[in-house]
């Protein structure tokens, strides 16, 4: 069964920092795009980073230069390390695979609160 | 960027009716477009890939249509199971964007 599951978020305060993982099992890790998307409560969904097959980043420009998405094909693990953190980037975080350019499956997310 | 609108934001149906959503992209972005669905308190789970192509294990009452800028999902005969908020998302290009979202309550 193909799972994710993510991990690191906690409380922290306006300018600190956070490294979120997902670890990743039931698929062969290196071969798949990966994925970190956010949802504010009660609010949409957010994408925030993607990394390719060979280690290619992408960010909006919202965390660019902010967050800084990596891998660790041998560990088949995904890491979202987000810093100069904001009241406005508390949400909860899912990391998701990239199945040709679709996210399936996403885990079940962890929580981010920025908050002094 | 590209912007993805829904409409409408929020409908109210009963079990048995037929419900389609729209999702309009700023600009042309062929078929890259996914829908997904949102329980409260859960992951959004991919429904639609590619316009129309309804993922594996996913109801045959799911259907996705449309191409360019104009797209919708029509659910045939709306489930209980089916009350919750879908997105739209667009993969034609970087950054990647998700629709405001439609919430489907029950009437």
């Known amino acids: 069964e193909v799972q994710l599951v993510e991990s690191g978020g906690g409380l922290v305060q306006p300018g600190g920092s956070l490294r979120l993982s997902c670890a990743a099992s039931?698929?062969?890790?290196?071969?798949?795009?990966m994925h970190w998307v956010r949802q504010a409560t009660g609010k949409g969904l957010e994408w925030v980073s993607a990394?390719?097959?060979?280690?290619?980043?992408y960010y909006p420009g919202s965390v660019k230069g902010r967050f800084t998405i990596s891998r660790e094909n041998a560990k088949n693990s995904l890491y979202l390390q987000m810093n100069s953190l904001r009241a406005g980037d508390t949400a909860v975080y899912y990391c998701?695979?990239?199945?040709?350019?679709?996210?399936?499956?996403w885990g079940q997310g962890t929580l981010v609160t920025v908050s002094s | 960027d590209i912007q993805l609108t829904q409409s409408p934001s929020f409908l109210s149906a009963s079990v048995g009716d037929r419900v389609t959503i729209t999702c309009r992209a700023s600009?042309?972005?062929?078929?890259?477009l996914a829908w997904y669905q949102q329980k409260p308190g859960k992951a959004p789970k991919l429904l639609i890939y590619?316009?129309?192509t309804l993922q594996s294990g996913v109801p045959s009452r799911f259907s996705g249509s449309g191409s360019g800028t104009e797209f919708t999902l029509t659910i045939s005969s709306l489930q209980p199971e089916d009350f919750a908020t879908y997105y739209c998302?667009?993969?034609?290009?970087?950054?990647?964007?998700f629709g405001p979202g439609t919430k489907v309550d029950i009437k």
């Open positions: 998701a695979r990239g199945v040709g350019r679709w996210f399936d499956p």
């Open positions: 039931g698929f062969t890790f290196s071969s798949y795009d």
């Open positions: 990394i390719g097959t060979a280690g290619d980043t």
């Open positions: 600009q042309g972005i062929s078929s890259y």
């Open positions: 590619a316009a129309s």
């Open positions: 998302q667009q993969l034609n290009s970087y950054p990647f964007t």
